[in-house]
């Protein structure tokens, strides 16, 4: 055949008399539902990016700011998808399953998930298809309730694999630093830091010029002036917790000479855990050092000023008293230690240390 004559009819089949595509499909709908929302995703990632800025600006609503957030959202979204898939196949696009979202959820509650796993899921679908939590289509999942967590309440099956007398000075470390799982393993013998050279740097930083300041100069600055709410004289150097936050965490408690030459007898370099038992149950640890930190720097209730005055009745009131609800209504709880145990924790919400943290008070 005539090259110039095939040219002309391959043109002819690709694009037609009129010189338009035809013979292909939109390519878009070639992707199968996981495709799709894996780059739906991807597209959302902001990671490093300021959330308040992008609040300022009104686009938070499509930015994902912490990998763990996104890990979160595509692990539960991929379950979201395989639902889909089994029982609704006709559905070829994320446009198509959208109606079937609530559908879903309620099949996970009917499952038997806990309320925060279902949450978990309601917000991975929100971000997903753009539905706001004010929205009435928005799924409105289960209550969470104090007494519903599992988690580190009771004795486990883990637990009988777990030796606490092989593993006694992990649970001693823990207890005295608060560390999550992921930043004992990624602890090494450099992330210790004393008060004088918390001091020093502080009294460094404050003489520069308020021009020389760079912005992230600032927010190292504020983490180490939230150091000094601690009595404490060596604290752990986080480096990269929970949503990448950066803090320092206080050694406490009468092992803390054990865990700080522990730390200190460790090369810069090296891990200060080469292994961390699977079994060990970090979070109970964790809540361990946050009722002593607590314990530590609470007032008594009752030496707490009224330093308010309600505006529809005229009483006055305690402004730095927690009042607890739901399963432990009516207990008190002193703001000021609550948020102290916050700091020490790496969350800045003191209604999280009240309810996921403080025990037996």
Known sequence: MNKLV?????????????????????????????????????????????????IASGTEKNKIFSFNTYKSYWKHTKYFIKYIKENHPECSTLKSARKYVNE????????????????????????????????????KPPKRNREDIKRSRGDRVRDKHFSITNNDELIKFCQ?????????????????VSKEQIEAEISKMESLPGEQR?????????????????DNGWYIHVRNGKGGRERLSPIIGKNAKQIIERIENTPAEEKVWQHIHNSADIHSYRSDYATAI???????????????????????????VYVCRKDEAGKKLDKAAMLICSKALGHNRISVVADNYIRGL
């Open 6 to 54: 095939y040219r002309k009819s391959m043109f002819f089949y690709k694009f037609g008399k009129e010189g338009h595509l035809v013979g292909r499909r939109n390519k878009s709908y070639s992707k199968d539902l996981h495709q799709q929302a894996y780059e739906c995703f991807i597209k959302m990632q902001a990671f490093g990016e300021s959330k308040k800025e992008a």
């Open 104 to 139: 879903w959820l309620q099949f996970r509650v009917d499952q038997g998930l806990s309320a925060w796993t279902v949450q978990l899921e309601a917000k991975a679908m929100g971000k997903l298809y753009k539905i706001d939590p004010d929205d009435e289509n928005y799924f």
């Open 176 to 192: 005295g630093t608060g560390l999550r799982r992921k930043e004992l393993q990624e602890l090494r013998g450099k992330d210790i």
């Open 214 to 230: 760079l912005p992230m100069a600032v927010k190292r600055l504020e983490m180490l002036c939230d150091a000094r709410n601690f």
């Open 294 to 320: 607590y314990k530590a720097y609470a007032r008594d209730i009752q030496d707490i000023p009224f330093d308010k005055i309600n505006r529809g009745t005229g009483n006055r009131y305690q402004s730095d």
